[in-house]
DNA sequence: ATTTATATCACCCATTTTGGATTATTGTTT
DNA sequence: AAACAATAATCCAAAATGGGTGATATAAAT
């Protein structure tokens, strides 16, 4: 079979038989093929350099090296590839994770063989395939808290202050004198309960507050 | 027709035709109708609270109020009502304005009609349509810089700057000296070419360092 | 072999920031 | 009309930060 004009699939999970089912249903696409499978992240990366693949599908839970250390790892090497993840877990603090090592679509292992060929084709096409769950974890991030308990004016400063702007930048912005950027910020910081700038960032990104 | 089961949607929308056509695919779903249509945001404010919406389909080019700043003030009077944009903008700084002001949906008007109803489906069961291009924008926020030029040891001080520690914080957690967590600081500012922690933080999230 | 980058530590000095206490005006809500 | 929140301003003292300059040791790169 002439299989140049198809994209390149490696396959990276632990489990033979759902190995196997990934392998089989990626070559029952005409515009997919499975170059090579590996139940660890450590020989995949030793053949990345001969496979070349366009698109990894990564298990996360592996032996040896995690799916997300594999990731960040197989970016360096071949930045072109997309990484996709497939996962038992969508907590959080993994999707997370895996998107910031550089994975490009993250899916759960609940997907059937519909969706799965539904991302290698989204993927394929420049997206950015994710579960139904992991989408709205992704796009929650980018809610503003509508309860925030800063008004506006000191929300106002604390972008501000995100902006890295000092006491005497902030007064010249918004035409106030130095005390009184001062009076605004010390009741950010008793509102936030902090104790300077960047705490009040770190408070303001995890509430989500600009 | 029995519709109580039936998700409630409304359309804000200032092209007529265009807003026809949506009513008219929308109704032609069973899980789906439309109460009302509008082609402004002020209207549709008005009667919110007795359309009570379950979905909103939300155009951002809008005569008078933006569909942005309509997002956000529908999300305040009726926070369950989920509402997605359909713009023929895709560029990012629109993309994530509509997201933090409260959607959780953007598709773009290029969508057909099964895409529309599938972004309808996705939204009913949790999660959060994009379009192919809009979800990459996404996902790419979310991509650590690999290209750093910071050293790990500099990428780890800015990541406690981040958390709020002060110098002396840092020095302990490091088990340094605190002139020498303030020599890496300013090797830090050096290289981002900041004077300040807020600055560094600043240019650490546009650059994704951290 | 020599430069370059990294990581460590130190001292001086000026500026900025923070903590605490207090007052006053405006605008909104009850 | 009273109560409250937000905004604005000032004073003093203490702590933290930032800029200058220099040094040592080790690892990596050329």
Do not use: W
């Amino acid at each position: 079979m002439n299989t140049s004009f198809k994209k390149r699939v490696v396959i990276i999970e632990d489990d033979v038989e759902i190995r196997n089912s990934y392998e089989l249903i990626v070559n029952s696409s005409p515009k997919f093929f499975v170059l090579n499978t590996y139940d660890n992240c450590e020989d995949a990366i030793k053949q990345i350099h001969n496979d070349k693949p366009d698109i990894v599908l990564m298990d996360v839970e592996l032996s040896g090296m995690s799916g997300i250390a594999g990731t960040k790892i197989i970016k360096d090497k071949i930045p072109h590839a997309e990484i996709i993840i497939i996962s038992v877990y969508d907590n959080s603090e993994m999707v997370f994770e895996a998107l910031r090592s550089g994975a490009s679509g993250y899916i759960t292992k609940s997907s059937n063989y519909i969706e799965l060929l539904a991302a290698l084709d989204e993927i394929t096409k420049g997206g950015a395939p994710m579960s139904t769950k992991i989408a709205r974890l992704v796009i929650d991030t980018f809610h503003i808290n509508p309860n925030s308990p800063l008004s506006k004016r000191e929300t106002q400063i604390l972008q501000l202050i995100s902006e890295g702007k000092t006491y005497t930048q902030i007064s010249e912005e918004l035409f106030i004198s130095k005390d009184t950027a001062k009076s605004h910020i010390r009741n950010i910081y008793s509102k936030l309960q902090v104790n300077n700038k960047s705490e009040a960032l770190a408070k303001a990104t995890s509430d989500k507050l600009i």
